[in-house]
């Protein structure tokens, strides 16, 4: 997991709540990645960021917002919107100058009652 | 896109045997293949890649190979340990959008 850190571990949130899952890197990484990962459905890119205060749609950003204000930060916010939000997230990042190489945090698994 | 596919989904072999994945892409533009160790509950680890520049690369008991015409590669593991057990995942760049694409994962058993 290295200097990337997901909190927290677990989180439980009601329907139609909002919730916002925290990514942290102290790595000096430009780029930063969002994932969900479902059972059998391997690792789907959310959203990701290869500079400050600007970020790029994946292949399943529906439902789903991200901010980077800081290098070290890309919060991401599972809105109401979000059809099927119980999943296990994954947030990476990439050092300088090599973004196709990605490391990952721990994860942070949203489960919605 | 790019598009990523992985086989076997499962695979279980006993300890000391050899076990091999093999994935597939379609982009002939990608360069750069890693594969992925998952334990549960955690994390994916980086645990070996290639470029296109090479066909094989070792890491002790890992290697992976890659056969650019046919687009195809494939993760080896020799000599499996019962702390092999895990779900595998290989990916294919797209260095023009500079994102990875991942294949479904195959969890591997390593009985003792």
């Known amino acids: 997991d290295g200097g990337i850190t997901q909190s927290p571990k677990y989180l439980f949130r009601k329907e139609g709540q909002n919730v916002t899952l925290s990514c942290e890197q102290n790595l000096n990484h430009d780029a930063m990645y969002w994932y969900r990962q479902d059972p059998g459905q391997g690792l789907r890119l959310i959203y990701y960021s290869q500079i400050v205060n600007d970020f790029q749609k994946g292949d399943i950003a529906e439902g789903y917002s991200v901010s980077r204000e800081k290098k070290e930060s890309f919060p991401l916010t599972v809105t109401s919107a979000q059809k099927n939000p119980t999943a296990f997230y994954l947030c990476?990042?990439?050092?300088?100058?090599?973004?196709?190489?990605?490391?990952f945090g721990p994860g942070t698994r949203l489960t919605v009652l | 896109g790019e598009n990523v596919e992985q086989h076997p989904s499962t695979l279980s072999v006993q300890e000391g045997d050899s076990a091999v994945i093999k994935c597939t892409y379609s982009?002939?533009?990608?360069?750069?293949f890693p594969w992925y160790k998952q334990e549960l509950g955690k994390g994916p680890q980086l645990i070996i890649d290639?470029?296109?520049?090479?066909g094989e690369k070792k890491d002790q008991r890992i290697a992976v190979t890659l056969n650019k015409t046919a687009k195809h590669f494939s993760l080896h593991i020799t000599e499996t340990q019962p702390e092999d057990s895990a779900v595998y995942f290989c990916a294919a760049e797209d260095s023009t959008l500079g994102r990875l694409y991942f294949g479904r994962g195959t969890q591997l058993t390593v009985w003792p």
């Open positions: 990476a990042s990439s050092p300088p100058g090599d973004e196709t190489t990605q490391y």
């Open positions: 290639i470029r296109s520049n090479v």
């Open positions: 982009d002939s533009a990608s360069n750069y």
